[in-house]
């Protein structure tokens, strides 16, 4: 078996409204969708975090590695195309497009074998995950005291345990934000706050210690992502955990941060970081660093089973007869692809998650709704 053909698909909708957070706005909602095919014309399907274009671009770039190599030897690839680049490419868009690959060849290779991904990587210990939900997004209008407060009313209705806020803004309103939605909720909801690196050291530990009465379970992306530093500072000065990891890539960028002890709760994107190969290597690090791994979520159905099927295998730290265990991030804002390309969508029923079962990704593509999202 060889791989005979690689196709990318630049996935791009325009959102019923616009919505912000810390440091950008979504207009838009795109993706880049990665196909490889063997010449036994057995498709495998992978997602690109990040800008779909470029990434795109960086697919076709790899592509005289891929044409005619063996679809199976998903880490010799990853050592060639992580090599193709390396001096130029260790981190970012590059990283990004051989995630996309990664996922596409796990996915191959689960078919090849008739086995869920998990089970290829030597699971699963986990069969199902408690969902948390990713929203509350900022609109161009209103009061976010009012309808934030509303939409996370609306996921703890649906039966979810655990939201994520965001922040960012400015501390006192921030402040206001998480006190509302707190007082709303009640004190058992699960709540973070993610504040998409748009503070700096000062006002993360400003907001860090207006809140930290509040029960926060982390706090996500307080500062910049080179920041460590910065983050150690935040650290420092609270009691709420600290979260990041989802502008970081390989196993290479990942030990800096846990060597340095900069982040409790470890978020390596599965369509970003390098992809199954690398997140199962960066998972087992983490593990013997002694940090919890949460992966970051964003993006179709391919992202959201990939992360799934890592999800499965991420090992208990400590093992224990009521172990930690992670929690998927569940985004619920607007992504008109997201469910649309999978002939059956991957939903929560009561905030939990079924770890898909079927061969490889255990998704199957509606090529026809595909093809109404792609700009390319
Ligand atoms: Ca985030």
């Given amino acids: 078996m060889k791989i005979a053909e690689v ?15 810390a440091i950008g706005e979504a207009v838009k909602r795109g993706s880049c969708v990665v196909e490889v095919i063997t010449d036994d014309r ?25 044409i005619g190599a063996d679809p199976l030897a998903t880490d010799k690839i990853w050592q060639d195309l992580y090599g193709a680049f390396r001096d130029q490419g260790q981190k970012g868009v590059p990283i990004c497009a051989i995630s996309g690959i990664d ?39 209103g009061d976010p005291l009012d309808y934030i407060v509303k939409e996370v009313l609306g996921y703890q209705a649906e039966g979810f345990t655990a939201c994520k806020i965001k922040v960012g803004f400015q501390v006192d ?68 955990p600290m979260a990041g990891g989802e502008c970081e890539y390989t196993r290479f960028g990942f030990r800096e941060i846990l060597k340095a002890g900069a982040i409790d709760y470890l978020q390596p994107d599965t369509c970003a970081a390098g992809g199954l190969s690398e997140c199962k290597k960066i998972a087992d690090m983490a593990n013997a660093f002694g940090v919890r791994m949460i992966p970051h979520v964003w993006g179709t159905g391919i992202g959201l089973s990939a992360s799934l099927n890592l999800m499965a295998v991420l090992p208990h730290n400590p093992p224990g007869r009521r172990p930690w265990e992670p929690m998927l991030e569940f985004d619920r804002s607007e992504h008109p ?32 709704a595909l093809a109404t999202f792609c700009v390319n």
């Fill in 7 to 21: 196709k990318t698909y630049i996935l791009e909708t325009t959102l019923s409204e616009p919505f912000h957070w």
């Fill in 42 to 66: 057995v498709s495998g399907w992978g997602e690109c975090f990040g800008p779909a274009r470029p990434a795109a671009a960086m697919v076709e770039a790899y592509k005289p590695w891929l």
């Fill in 103 to 141: 996922i596409a060849l796990w996915d191959l290779k689960g078919k090849h074998f008739n086995a869920p991904i998990h089970q290829l990587m030597g699971g699963p210990i986990r069969t199902e995950v408690a969902a948390y939900a990713t929203g509350t997004y900022r609109k161009r209008s």
């Fill in 173 to 240: 309103e921030d402040a206001a934000l998480v006190a509302a939605v707190r007082h709303a909720v009640g004190p058992q909801f699960g709540l973070m706050m993610d504040a998409n690196h748009g503070y700096d050291a000062i006002d993360a530990i400003r907001l860090a210690q207006a809140v930290e009465h509040l029960n926060i379970i982390w706090f996500e992306e307080p500062v910049p992502p080179e920041d460590l530093d910065g983050y150690l500072a935040v650290k420092a000065s609270t009691s709420i």
């Fill in 337 to 368: 692809a997201r469910q649309a390309i999978m002939k059956t969508p991957i939903e929560h029923v009561n905030g939990i998650v079924q770890i898909p079962t079927g061969p490889g990704l255990g998704i199957e593509i509606d090529r026809q």
